[in-house]
Nanobody, 127 residues
Framework: QVQLVESGGGTVQAGGSLRLSCAVSGLASNKNAVAWFRQAPGKEREFVAALNWSGMGGLKTYYGEIVRGRFTVSGDDVKNTVFLQMNGLEPEDTAVYYC?????????????????WGQGTQVTVSS
């Protein structure tokens, strides 16, 4: 059974930082892409960042334009944990952040490719 459990959300002032964690278990392969999405009230779920471990121990990452340069995605392939370091947070970053595992071994931006989801963690940025 695939499980993804997020942690690390909270409330922070604008300009602050948070680090989210996603513990992944039960995947048949650790080469499946793992992504972070977020959803603000009244808005569609949007892609934030993703990574996947390719052959020979390589790590590939990709970022949504809205967070590029401020957020960093990383992972520990031994502990099967994915992190999202968020710096320079803005009130517009307020949302529920979800971790998701893809059915694919490469990164895509569509929610339709991500078949397993965590329960989400709330991030609130005050002005």
């Amino acid at each position: 059974q695939v499980q993804l459990v997020e942690s690390g959300g909270g409330t922070v002032q604008a300009g602050g930082s948070l680090r989210l964690s996603c513990a992944v278990s039960g995947l048949a392969s650790n080469k499946n892409a793992v992504a972070w999405f977020r959803q603000a009230p009244g808005k569609e779920r949007e892609f934030v960042a993703a990574l996947n471990w390719s052959g020979m121990g390589g790590l590939k990452t990709y970022y949504g334009e809205i967070v590029r340069g401020r957020f960093t995605v990383s992972g520990d392939d031994v502990k099967n944990t994915v992190f999202l370091q968020m710096n320079g947070l803005e009130p517009e970053d307020t949302a529920v952040y979800y971790c998701a595992a893809s059915r694919l071994t490469y990164i895509t931006l569509s929610t339709r490719d991500y078949t397993h989801w965590g329960q989400g963690t709330q991030v609130t940025v005050s002005s």
